[in-house]
Nanobody, 123 residues
Framework: QVRLVESGGGLVQAGGSLRLSCVAS????????MGWFRQAPGKEREFVAS????????RYADSVKGRFTISRDYAGNTVVLQMNRLEPEDTAIYYC????????????????WGQGTQVTVSS
């Protein structure tokens, strides 16, 4: 059983930056893709970014391309989401996700979820 714990959320003004981290424990995810999703009030949980098991293949939602960067550490059990030029529309609970495969993570292929961390961007 893998446990994912996020940290780094908070309140920031529009145009600011935040860095989210997610640490996997209990079982290694070094052979699995990892990613980030978010859910705003009244909306469905949506994909934000994912990275493959090697850390080389990265995908982003169109809404965050050029502003967010996903990365993972060498051991593969920590994934980071660097969020720059934040906008009020980025306000949501951000969830870390571990994928079933090594290549990518989609909503339908998530094997494990973190508990979420709140990100609030004020205008």
């Amino acid at each position: 059983q893998v446990r994912l714990v996020e940290s780094g959320g908070g309140l920031v003004q529009a145009g600011g930056s935040l860095r989210l981290s997610c640490v996997a424990s209990g079982r290694t995810l070094s052979n699995n893709a990892m990613g980030w999703f978010r859910q705003a009030p009244g909306k469905e949980r949506e994909f934000v970014a994912s990275v493959d098991w090697k850390g080389g293949n990265k995908r982003y939602a169109d809404s965050v391309k050029g502003r967010f960067t996903i990365s993972r550490d060498y051991a593969g059990n920590t994934v980071v989401l660097q969020m720059n030029r934040l906008e009020p529309e980025d306000t949501a609970i951000y969830y870390c996700a571990g994928g079933r495969s090594s290549q990518g993570v989609a909503r339908s292929t998530v094997a494990s979820w973190g508990q979420g961390t709140q990100v609030t961007v004020s205008s």
